[in-house]
């Protein structure tokens, strides 16, 4: 009766982190499709400098990450339906699916930690590239200054350094804001703008990534206890 009991504990504990584990995968699904669909990314990522398109690296994590959203949605249903039955079958395909899904956290975990930086890189160098050619009237110059406005109005900066970002205002105001006194004092640095916006969105996918890594290892203990007791149950 003691592990009859017991076990009973255990699968409805199970059930529960596995409800809260489906919730996390909606939210993240939520989370991704809403950065996916944010104005200021796409306004920028969607830019094309003549054959140029501007770097897609983002966007690569945001897949992931919707891939994730719904693999979690899933895994948790299946994981709530195997305890429910208590079933070892169900079970282990949950506990197998739950590794699989570990592992491919922590893969793309490293890849996002490697490329963290080269994501606001690409981005700057796209917006140089761009900002060059529209004040060196380059043949080009038509479809870089639509560019580097967009990068302007989008995130309300001017320039890519400090000389740059201070008297651009004042002698090409069809790049930058007009209220060129007010820009001159601001010193609104596009690169500072740049990272700033991909490091809070990346800081946002991180914090999502612990929180799901931390219920996955609950989940993948209090299962493999969960079959553990279901087969000395079905001993006794």
């Given at each position: ?101 570990f592992a491919c956290e922590v893969a793309a975990?490293i890849w996002g930690f490697v490329n963290k ?6 981005v700057k160098q796209f917006y140089d590239q ?107």
């Amino acid at each position: 009766m003691g592990v009859e009991g017991c076990t009973k504990c255990i699968k409805y504990l199970l059930f529960v982190f596995n409800f809260i584990f489906w919730l996390a995968g909606g939210i993240i699904l939520g989370v991704a499709l809403w950065l996916r669909h944010d104005s200021q990314t796409t306004n920028i990522l969607y830019l094309q400098l003549g054959d140029k398109q501007a770097p897609n690296t983002f966007y690569v994590g945001i897949y992931i990450l919707i891939a994730v959203g719904a693999v979690m949605m899933f895994v948790g249903f299946l994981g709530c339906y195997g305890a429910i039955q208590e079933s070892q079958c169900l079970l282990g395909t949950f506990f197998t699916c739950l590794v699989i899904l570990f592992a491919c956290e922590v893969a793309a975990g490293i890849w996002g930690f490697v490329n963290k930086d080269q994501i606001a890189k690409d981005v700057k160098q796209f917006y140089d590239q761009a900002l060059q050619q529209a004040l060196m009237g380059e043949s080009e110059a038509n479809n870089a200054k639509a560019v580097v406005k967009t990068f302007h109005e989008t995130l309300d900066c001017c320039g890519s350094d400090i000389v740059t970002a201070t008297f651009t205002p004042v002698w090409r105001d069809d790049l930058c804001r007009k209220d060129s006194l007010k820009s001159f004092f601001e010193n609104t640095n596009c690169h500072k703008k740049i990272d700033e916006l991909f490091s809070g969105k990346l800081y946002l996918i991180g914090i999502a990534a612990v929180v799901v890594a931390v219920i996955m290892i609950f989940e993948m203990i209090l299962s493999m206890v969960l079959c553990c007791g279901i087969r000395n149950s079905s001993v006794y």
